[in-house]
């Protein structure tokens, strides 16, 4: 009920029509998956939405990705040919994002999320082409235990890295900074509209502007720093 209550009071945001296609691609997608834990989960925090992002302080609820965001990131990477990689969701919630790119490509799925009960719900799912770890990210083992997760499997694959606006802006860069030491990969961003504080080299490859400026999807591609 907070998430719904939370996207109503982000109309003038969004705009209207992109408030409907959310609210429609929502409804379609829950059926189709039949997983409405990612819709109906609420995690209480004593920091409210509106503090966090006046502070800069990204300690709020969990808030899944709509489904409408996903299906403009799948149409991109598609049109670009981006198919076989290896996805990074850095606070996956109940994954809801490999639900939506399972069923469009060849992804290995790896999320990263500090709820132990989220993890081994997902854990117990045996979902294909998904491994699932707890790991709280602002400790700082958890960056050399990342990256070391991402060589085991990487591969061949493209790697791509998945941020929603939830997540702590300093930490991110902090992550990326380091992950950009040994990798190319892309950057996708749901509503974070301060990749200045990207002490890296990127280039900005999309961006999708909703009605208000801090309302965005955008997708980096981060060089390997030398």
């Known amino acids: 009920m907070n998430n719904f209550l939370l996207l109503l009071k982000n109309i003038n945001s969004y705009g209207f029509l992109s408030f409907v296609k959310i609210v429609l691609y929502e409804a379609y997608n829950s059926l189709k998956f039949r997983e409405l834990k990612s819709l109906t989960y609420e995690q209480k925090n004593t920091d409210d939405y509106r503090t966090t992002k006046i502070n800069n302080f990204y300690n709020t609820p969990y808030i899944p990705t709509p489904y409408y965001f996903l299906s403009i990131i799948s149409k991109y990477l598609k049109n670009n040919k981006i198919d076989d990689f290896l996805l990074l969701d850095l606070g996956c919630g109940y994954a ?8 469009n490509f060849k992804s290995l799925f790896l999320g990263f999320d500090y ?3 989220i993890i081994n719900y ?7 082409r998904s491994l699932f770890f707890k790991i709280d990210l602002r400790e700082k083992k958890s960056l050399k235990l990342v990256s070391s997760i991402i060589k085991k499997y990487k591969g061949n694959k493209k790697l791509v890295i998945f941020f929603s606006d939830s997540f702590d802006v300093y930490l991110l860069n902090k992550i990326l900074k380091n992950l950009s030491k040994k990798y190319r990969f892309y950057c996708i961003l749901i509503n974070i509209d301060k990749e200045k504080i990207l002490s890296m080299k990127y280039t900005k490859l999309f961006s999708f502007k909703f009605k208000s400026k801090s309302r965005n999807i955008k997708i980096l591609r981060i060089d390997v720093s030398k």
């Open 96 to 103: 809801r994002i490999q639900n939506y790119f399972s069923k």
């Open 115 to 117: 709820n132990s009960k």
């Open 122 to 128: 997902l854990n117990k799912k045996k979902i294909k």
